[in-house]
T-cell receptor, first 115, second 113 residues
């Protein structure tokens, strides 16, 4: 999916380490989201952003921080990684909503393991 | 809180069998409903969506879903599955602002030749 790029694709961390996941989109979308995917639990929203300079909490925000300094980038940070944050992280984007709802475009995912 | 329930966590079928995956949501107001598919090792892709109008929605690859408001359901169907349909299927609902989606736990489908 060339429109939404996530880096890195894989990362192994030790408990207590910090890291940042980058989501970059070239579709000029206003809205960006970070989800985590865990077996048997589907995707859960961590944080989202409705525009440059704005962020908001989703369902499971604890232990994560985000920033949207540029419209095309949405960063997800783990200040002190914990084994419970072992997961696959997906970024998604969509354009400004005119009415109803929009379809999300997903990135390829970032697999994070915390030992 | 809004929620989405997918009743079948694992489904195993033979090729040419018919498929129906259940999805129920808890929100009673106006909803927008989606089915996404995740093929092995790939990202999520939209299979089909319901925003309004005809409650029988057709998507890609021969899939369809029926929105039944009285039952809070949006079940996914395909008359004859193929091996290439092996994937994980997620039902999702968007009923709040900012297009936030609530996903079900997913159904992992395995189709044997």
């Amino acid at each position: 999916n060339a429109g939404v790029t996530q880096t890195p694709k894989f990362r192994v961390l030790k408990t207590g380490q910090s890291m940042t996941l980058l989501c970059a989109q070239d579709m000029n979308h206003e809205y960006m989201y970070w989800y985590r995917q865990d077996p048997g639990m589907g995707l859960r929203l961590i944080h989202y952003s409705v525009g440059e300079g704005t962020t908001a909490k989703g369902e499971v925000p604890d232990g994560y921080n985000v920033s949207r300094l540029k419209k095309q980038n949405f960063l997800l940070g783990l200040e002190s990684a914990a084994p419970s944050q072992t997961s696959v992280y997906f970024c998604a984007t969509t354009g400004r909503i005119v009415s109803g709802a929009n379809v999300l475009t997903f990135g390829a995912g970032s697999r994070l393991t915390v030992l | 809180a809004q929620s989405v329930s997918q009743h079948n966590h694992h489904v195993i079928l033979s090729e040419a069998a018919s498929l129906e995956l259940g999805c129920n949501y808890s929100y009673g107001g106006t909803v927008n409903l989606f089915w996404y598919v995740q093929y092995p090792g790939q990202h999520l892709q939209l299979l089909l969506k319901y925003f309004s109008g005809d409650p029988l929605v057709k998507g890609i690859k021969g899939f369809e879903a029926e929105f039944i408001k009285s039952k809070f359901s949006f079940n996914l169907r395909k008359p004859s599955v193929q091996w290439s349909d092996t994937a994980e299927y997620f039902c999702a609902v968007n009923s709040g602002g900012y297009n936030k989606l609530i996903f079900g736990a997913g159904t992992r489908l395995a189709v044997h030749p």
